[in-house]
T-cell receptor
Framework: GQSLEQPSEVTAVEGAIVQINCTYQ??????LSWYQQHDGGAPTFLSYNALDGLEETGRFSSFLSRSDSYGYLLLQELQMKDSASYFCAVRLRPGRRALTFGSGTRLQVQP | DAGVTQSPTHLIKTRGQHVTLRCSPI?????VSWYQQVLGQGPQFIFQ???????GRGNFPDRFSARQFPNYSSELNVNALLLGDSALYLC??????????????FGQGTRLTVV
């Protein structure tokens, strides 16, 4: 089967940096994506890593190590609005087009 | 630009009934996927349609079915509803199937409650 492991909850203060880890065990791998979901809202795409290394998009960065089956999402200069659930998701290959999601990490940003 | 739209936003059904959920993808997107999200969990893949053909199916019983129309909108049907079908049903659209950028755009979902 497929499994993605993330911490269930993380708490941090405004202005801080937080890292959300994701380890995966899947039968195929075609990249790691990160999505943000506020309560009652739709998941929104944050970043995607197909190759090893760091991808930076504003305050958010994502890292992938395929040899370690590991990735993380780094959020800098945390703001209250960053309080949400964060999901890592893997697209399997070959032929599987669906995203396989982890159970999500609930981030609470405190003042 | 309109994003992915889903209807209805909320729905209450009784056990044994059937339900039809609808999704309109972003204009120009030909791929639509359906996900089920139980409270506290990540979305689980149900179906993907591309150019009106089923291209993928998750581990869901045959009570779940879907189709895509010529205008690329899609319907998800669930028969013989069970209490465990209560969840948020999400529709996602993307421009190309299997492109390197795996970005999927999600709708706000339909909250289904089975009583």
């Amino acid at each position: 089967g497929q499994s993605l492991e993330q911490p269930s909850e993380v708490t941090a203060v405004e202005g801080a940096i937080v890292q959300i880890n994701c380890t995966y065990q899947t039968s195929g791998f075609y990249g790691l994506s990160w999505y943000q979901q506020h309560d009652g809202g739709a998941p929104t795409f944050l970043s995607y890593n197909a190759l090893d290394g760091l991808e930076e998009t504003g305050r958010f960065s994502s890292f992938l190590s395929r040899s370690d089956s590991y990735g993380y999402l780094l959020l800098q200069e945390l703001q209250m609005k960053d309080s949400a659930s964060y999901f890592c998701a893997v697209r399997l290959r070959p032929g599987r087009r669906a995203l396989t999601f982890g159970s999500g990490t609930r981030l609470q940003v405190q003042p | 630009d309109a994003g992915v739209t889903q209807s209805p936003t909320h729905l209450i059904k009784t056990r044994g009934q059937h339900v039809t959920l609808r999704c309109s993808p972003i204009s120009g997107h030909k791929s639509v996927s359906w996900y089920q999200q139980v409270l506290g969990q990540g979305p689980q893949f149900i179906f993907q349609y591309y150019e009106k053909e089923e291209r993928g199916r998750g581990n869901f019983p045959d009570r779940f079915s879907a189709r895509q129309f010529p205008n690329y909108s899609s319907e998800l049907n669930v028969n013989a509803l069970l209490l465990g079908d209560s969840a948020l049903y999400l529709c996602a659209s993307s421009y190309l199937q299997g492109d390197l950028n795996t970005e999927a755009f999600f709708g706000q979902g339909t909250r289904l409650t089975v009583v």
